[in-house]
Structure formats: C-alpha cells, structure tokens
C-alpha cells in the first residue's frame, strides 16, 4: 500500500470522502484548505486523509476513511500514523481529529492510536447536518474532539 498526496489535477474522491463526511457541502468547504492523500493498493484507491492547519503549530485531519471492502485490515491505523508522520514534517506540536459520539470504532481507533479526548462540541451534527445522522442505532448529535501532543 502506497500512501501519498493527490495530485492537484487529481479526481477529488468524493466516493470515500462522503464515507466521512455525509456533507458534500461541507467537504467542499475544507478539501482546498488541506491536503488530501491517498492509499493505493495497486491502482485501486482505498483509503484517504485530509489534513489542514487550524492554527499556526496544529493540523487537524478533518476527513479520513477506508474503501468499505478494506476495513478492518488495519489501513485506517496506517492512515493515522501516516497523519501524524506529515503533522511533524510541518514542525506541527499537536493534530486533533474530531469523530461523532455515535461513532464507536473511531472513537476506539483514535484512542488506540494515542489521541485523548479534549472536548465536546455539542449538537455539532443537529447544527451542520441537514440530515439527521444515526449508526448502531445511536443519533450522532455531538462531535467529540480529540488531540495528541507531537
């Protein structure tokens, strides 16, 4: 597997974005903020990150996900640390990643990967979200912010 940043003359892959990200609206509104990349399995695009700097020593990864056929094979841990690997390059000191509290596996995922929770935007979904967003079950209402010290 190959990671690497999409070509500026590069096909936006909104097919994995909107696993992320529901809001096409919204992905639009920070995919030319960032720098999205790419995991390639052959010539097969399977997973994908958007980092962008929020302030001047922090970057966020604002998007990231995984081709439905190719999870749970560790890829979105190889995307992680690929992000994190690129916030240093940028002399970064902190990333933070935002998921929301329905979603379980990310939530474990991130953790696993050494990010802490630091806080909670409340009713995040219900505000951005002209749809309501539900998984396992649980209504995704409040986005839950997490960071890690570089």
């Known amino acids: 597997m190959d990671i690497k940043p999409l070509d500026t003359n590069g096909v936006i892959p909104y097919d994995l974005l909107l696993l992320a990200d529901p809001s096409k ?25 958007v980092l962008i700097h929020t302030h001047p020593q922090t970057v966020e990864i604002v998007n990231i ?42 939530l474990r995922l991130y953790q696993k990967c050494g990010f ?19 998984e396992d079950g649980i209504q995704c209402k409040d986005m839950i912010r997490l960071s890690m010290g570089l």
């Open 25 to 49: 609206m919204l992905i639009d509104s920070y995919i030319d903020k960032g720098i999205c990349y790419l995991a390639k399995h052959k010539s097969d695009i399977i997973g994908e990150f």
């Open 65 to 106: 996900a995984v081709k439905e056929t190719y999870q749970g094979q560790g890829i979105g841990r190889k995307l992680i640390i690929k992000a994190i690997e690129v916030a240093k390059q940028f002399k970064a000191t902190s990333i933070e990643i935002g998921t929301g509290n329905s979603s379980i596996q990310q």
């Open 116 to 134: 802490r929770i630091t806080g909670i935007d409340h009713d995040f979904f219900i505000r951005n979200y002209e749809e309501e967003i539900f």
